[in-house]
Each structure stands twice: as structure tokens, then as C-alpha cells.
T-cell receptor, first 114, second 115 residues
Framework: AQSVTQLGSHVSVSEGALVLLRCNYSSSVPPYLFWYVQYPNQGLQLLLKYTSAATLVKGINGFEAEFKKSETSFHLTKPSAHMSDAAEYFC????????????FGQGTELSVKP | DVKVTQSSRYLVKRTGEKVFLECVQDMDHENMFWYRQDPGLGLRLIYFSYDVKMKEKGDIPEGYSVSREKKERFSLILESASTNQTSMYLCASILDRSDSNQPQHFGDGTRLSIL
């Protein structure tokens, strides 16, 4: 069965520290991978998506993610956290010929301490 | 830029009421989706639609129905609201249903409370 797992429902980092949010997927076919961010009382915004052109994908606000097929992972990182990064982050996976449907992970809430 | 608009940000209804949540997109998108979002559960797909008058059940359709009479509008209906339907509801759309690598575009959500 196809699924997405985000390790850690809450992650707390200090301002300026590395951010690492983990995402693993389970699939027997090649996936399409996305990271979304949700700020309080808002909908989801696309941070980045994997396009198969490169395994390291750069997104908005300094975030990037690396696709590792052997580990079935698509972890999200940012070298230096900013207070404005505090939000909930969702990893999502889609598949060919599924009409754009996505399977979402449980979400990880990122807190940034001053 | 794509705009997905949900008619209400906050809604309070009573048990047993029929509740309508409206979603409109302005970019001629083909597919539209309704999700509910609950803490620790992420987003779960309720229904989606790939064309006018067409609908497909998602993972948790029980207690809900949908309507898509016009391409730009997708309505979620709670036939008889219950307290376990208190949640955040998110609408999304994509342009081309044949391209699975497109991102979905989301509205700001409706936080629904059933008393």
C-alpha cells in the first residue's frame, strides 16, 4: 500500500539552527513528491516538489529537499532557521494516472525558539 | 496567480443541520478536492471531482456529499451534521488531471464547529 510517514509531530529548533524534517514514503512505483507549508489559520502553500530532473530540489524561503530512492525518503532541510519558519509542514506523494490525488503525511509542527 | 476561495473561514452549526461549504477557483482547473484536517492525522481526502457533475469518493466519504454544477465551484455538503465532523476543511484544485506532478492549490480553509 502507498503511504507517507513524517517522523516527529513536533520539532523545535533555535533560531539560526539547522532545520531537518523527515519524510519517508512507501510505494512500489515511482512517486511524485511535494512539501507544503501551512501558517496559522491559512491553507497549504507549496514549498517545493521533486521533478526527477535532480535529486536535490530547492524551494522557497531557503528550504530544500533531497530525494533518496534507496531510502525512500524526501527529507526537508534549511541551513538556518528563522522565526518566520514556525509553521506546520506536510509531505505529500502522488502517482502517475491518479488524477492529481495526493497522500499526505501526518504533518510536523516546527517551533523556532529565539 | 491561482485563487481558491472558500466562502467561510469560520462556521458554527448545530447537530443535525445540513451544512454547505463552498469552494470556488478562478483558473479553469479541472480537478477539485475536499479534505478534512485533524491534528495528528494530516489531510484526509473526502471527495474529489474531475469534471462538472462528476465525483469520486476519497478515503473518508461517509456523512458527506458533494456537488459540482459548474466547473469553478465545488460544494461539500454535510447532510446531517454531527459533532465528530468538527474539523478544518480544505478545498484544493489542479489544472490538468493528466499531469500528476502538478501541485494542488489550496484555499484558506473553513474551520467548522458542530455543537
Amino acid at each position: 500500500a502507498q503511504s507517507v510517514t513524517q517522523l516527529g509531530s513536533h520539532v523545535s529548533v533555535s533560531e539560526g539552527a539547522l532545520v531537518l524534517l523527515r519524510c519517508n514514503y512507501s510505494s512500489s512505483v515511482p512517486p511524485y513528491l511535494f512539501w507544503y507549508v501551512q501558517y496559522p489559520n491559512q491553507g497549504l502553500q507549496l514549498l517545493l516538489k521533486y521533478t526527477s530532473a535532480a535529486t536535490l530540489v530547492k524551494g522557497i524561503n531557503g528550504f530544500e529537499a533531497e530525494f533518496k530512492k534507496s531510502e525512500t525518503s524526501f527529507h526537508l532541510t534549511k541551513p538556518s532557521a528563522h522565526m518566520s519558519d514556525a509553521a506546520e509542514y506536510f509531505c505529500a506523494v502522488g502517482f502517475y494516472n491518479q488524477g492529481g490525488k495526493l497522500i499526505f503525511g501526518q504533518g510536523t509542527e516546527l517551533s523556532v525558539k529565539p | 496567480d491561482v485563487k481558491v476561495t472558500q466562502s467561510s473561514r469560520y462556521l458554527v452549526k448545530r447537530t443535525g443541520e445540513k451544512v454547505f461549504l463552498e469552494c470556488v477557483q478562478d483558473m479553469d482547473h479541472e480537478n477539485m478536492f475536499w479534505y478534512r484536517q485533524d491534528p495528528g492525522l494530516g489531510l484526509r481526502l473526502i471527495y474529489f471531482s474531475y469534471d462538472v457533475k462528476m465525483k469520486e469518493k476519497g478515503d473518508i466519504p461517509e456523512g458527506y456529499s458533494v456537488s459540482r454544477e459548474k466547473k469553478e465551484r465545488f460544494s461539500l455538503i454535510l447532510e446531517s451534521a454531527s459533532t465528530n465532523q468538527t474539523s478544518m476543511y480544505l478545498c484544493a484544485s489542479i489544472l490538468d488531471r493528466s499531469d500528476s506532478n502538478q501541485p494542488q492549490h489550496f484555499g484558506d480553509g473553513t474551520r467548522l464547529s458542530i455543537l
